[in-house]
């Protein structure tokens, strides 16, 4: 076996320590023999890895280009300028921070930018779509806040701008986020700028999910909208593993100093790295297609699995996202998910709105990278039905999934 993204890096790693490279060279062969479903998952480029592998991961970089506390910082300090400045390009925004270590650091530190312990902030709650960092009592933002959790419609799945509204009016936040883990469809970011200058909030926009459709020109941006956007860089965007912030000039220097030295220390300059590499091509035309095929792909595969009698939230999608809750074939998601995995078929457990049981959370931005379209989505679907049903059984699954991605290797030889 040998691995085609970094080939000197695994064979010297097979020679040292054949244990680990068994372990690494096992995990690409499960991602590619595999249906990687997982919405917040990609395949990043050879590119993207071969950054990650580089030098860059040795050295200390603690501040910013041109004020570091560490010699030696010439020439990753050009690294940084140079994702900082193809971000700022990518998103049209006066200022970004790449230095953020994953989304989750990224709205850590936007929180430190805006707000007090205290601070009253609303947010989509939890049972939603709401990440754990928008109020979860098990995570410092639920801890240190005081989160006030809007929902969704009972009837459509879509988000209850009146509730908001009305939300904002009677607790006067600090803060409101928008943003999800599972909300398929665009949000409004024009209301929320509406609703937060009404109350006197500042709006977070925590685009992790669809940041990477935004730079394709595939979903609109909060850039214009929201005082601060969070993201991360590893999904839709197919970068690294990390987060970034984007505000307008007035907030960055609040921001740089939210993320170091308040929550972070050392910056990783090989993922920086990176992220210059992902931001390079996400501004390509290339990736423009990409990401319009994501969201082709995701409609077909909603459309398709709501035809094998699985219910749609918000009955589709605008984005990468599919939920969908399987219960009218007989199984709850938990249940559909352990069926589906023993198939090969990887992808998540989710909360759905209003219900008891949990659904299904797919995402197209994996098997995309891949090069599967429409055709593939419905062979997806069909095959995803018929697992959950029980009516094909995992050996012959798992067949018709290797016929299925034998012919779209993510990282071809
Ligand atoms: C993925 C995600 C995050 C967190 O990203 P990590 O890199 O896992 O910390 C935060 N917010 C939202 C809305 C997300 O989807």
């Known amino acids: 076996m040998s691995v085609t993204h970094a080939p000197q890096t695994t064979d010297v790693l097979t020679r040292q320590d054949p244990e680990l490279a068994e372990i690494l060279l096992g995990e690409l062969h499960r991602q590619s023999s595999t249906l990687q479903l997982i919405a917040a998952e990609n395949f990043c480029s050879p590119a ?21 506390h560490h010699g030696g910082c010439e020439i990753v300090d050009v690294a940084e300028r140079l994702a900082v400045d193809r971000a700022k390009s990518l998103f049209g925004a006066e200022h970004a921070n790449v230095q953020s270590h994953s989304g989750s650091s990224a709205v850590l530190a936007a929180y430190a930018a805006l707000l007090r312990p205290g601070d009253t902030v609303l947010a989509l709650g939890l049972p939603y779509g709401g990440h754990l ?9 639920g801890r240190w806040f005081d989160f006030v959790g809007y929902g969704v419609d009972a009837e459509t799945g879509l988000i209850d701008h009146d509730q908001v509204r009305t939300l904002a ?35 977070i926009a925590d685009a992790a999910h669809p940041i990477g459709l935004v730079a ?18 590893h999904k839709v965007l197919r970068g690294p593993r990390g987060g970034m912030i984007l505000c307008g000039g007035d ?8 993320v170091f030295p308040f929550t972070q220390g050392g910056a990783q300059m090989h993922t920086i790295a990176a992220k210059a590499v992902a931001f390079g091509e ?31 939230t918000t009955g589709g999608t605008d984005t990468h996202l599919v939920t969908a809750d399987p219960a009218p074939l007989g199984v709850d998601g938990r249940t559909a998910r352990g069926r589906l995995a ?6 998540d457990c989710c909360a759905l ?18 090069g599967m379209a429409e055709k593939e989505m419905e062979r997806i679907a069909a095959l995803l039905a018929g697992v959950v049903r029980g009516e094909v059984e995992s050996v012959r699954a798992r067949e018709e999934v290797r016929d299925l991605v034998g012919g779209f290797p993510p990282y071809p030889a």
Do not use: M, W
């Not at 960092?133 to 933002?141: I, K, L, M, R, V």
């Not at 607790?171 to 024009?190: L, M």
């Not at 699995?305 to 219910?311: C, F, R």
């Not at 023993?342 to 992808?347: K, P, Q, S, Y």
């Open 48 to 68: 993207v890895l071969a950054a990650l592998g580089s030098a860059l991961a040795n050295k200390y970089a603690e501040g910013y280009p041109g004020a570091r």
């Open 133 to 141: 960092t928008h109020g979860s009592p098990a995570n410092f933002s």
């Open 169 to 203: 009016r009677t607790h006067r936040p600090k803060a409101i986020v928008c943003g999800s883990i599972a909300y398929p469809r665009h949000i409004d970011y024009a209301f929320f700028r509406e609703v937060a200058d009404e109350v006197g909030a500042y709006l």
């Open 216 to 233: 394709g020109g595939a979903a609109p941006s909060p850039v214009p909208y929201a005082d601060v956007v969070c993201a991360t860089t």
């Open 251 to 258: 907030l960055a220097e609040r921001v740089d100093r939210a």
């Open 282 to 312: 996400a501004a390509t035309p290339a990736f423009a297609a990409y990401a319009h095929q994501v969201v082709a792909n995701a409609r077909v595969l909603a459309a398709a699995l709501a035809d094998e009698g699985l219910v749609v």
């Open 342 to 347: 023993a198939a090969g078929l990887v992808l």
């Open 353 to 370: 709105p209003h219900a008891d049981t949990r659904g299904l959370r797919l995402g197209t931005a994996a098997v995309t990278t891949q």
